[in-house]
């Protein structure tokens, strides 16, 4: 399983530790557990939910967030459904996935497209939106604020190539 924290070591707030992380998830008896990053990324062997992983995070490490799961077979499916292959090969910095709690319907999607200002492209596929920045991510205007407000969905993302990182991490643990 992966295992993705939303907000965390962010402008000083909800600091979590990466091996805090790795201690609690050990604790509740997931093995082969390892971090990735300070952005709270897991990868582990068990099941688990994301009701329970926050319930412990607070209990725990007294942080209140949401968690995002992934089984690696889901992985496998986002990494392969990727409608951006070019850019996952030219430019992995300016791809980013945002893993969402659910996936989004047709018509907020549409929203979030009619959002976009800039060069961005965004695509969903599943429970995933794809997110090019060919022009970089620092000063776009399409932030994981404004696709978690049209979609009226939370989530949390990653660049293409933390994604790959997190993919190789979860096939050596096991997960």
């Not at 929203?111 to 969903?124: F, H």
């Amino acid at each position: 399983m992966i295992a993705l924290l939303r907000a965390i070591n962010v402008a000083g707030r909800n600091k979590v530790p990466m091996a805090n992380l790795r201690k609690m998830f050990e604790a509740l008896g997931f093995a082969s557990v390892q971090t990735l990053l300070q952005t709270g990324n897991v990868a582990f062997v068990g099941k688990a939910t994301e009701a329970q992983l926050e319930a412990e995070l607070k209990k725990r490490l007294d942080v209140e967030t949401e968690f995002i799961l992934r089984s690696d077979a889901e992985w496998t499916k986002l990494i392969a459904a990727n409608p951006f292959p070019q850019m996952a090969t030219d430019d992995p910095g300016h791809l980013v996935v945002m893993f969402m709690k659910q996936a989004p319907g047709p018509a907020e999607m549409k929203a979030l497209q009619a959002a976009v200002k800039g060069n961005e492209t965004v695509k969903a596929v599943g429970k995933q939106v794809y997110a090019c920045y060919p022009d970089g991510i620092g000063r776009s205007k399409l932030t994981v604020a404004l696709i978690e407000k049209k979609l009226g969905i939370r989530g949390t993302g990653r660049n293409w190539n933390t994604a790959m990182k997190l993919a190789k991490l979860a096939s050596l643990a096991g997960a």
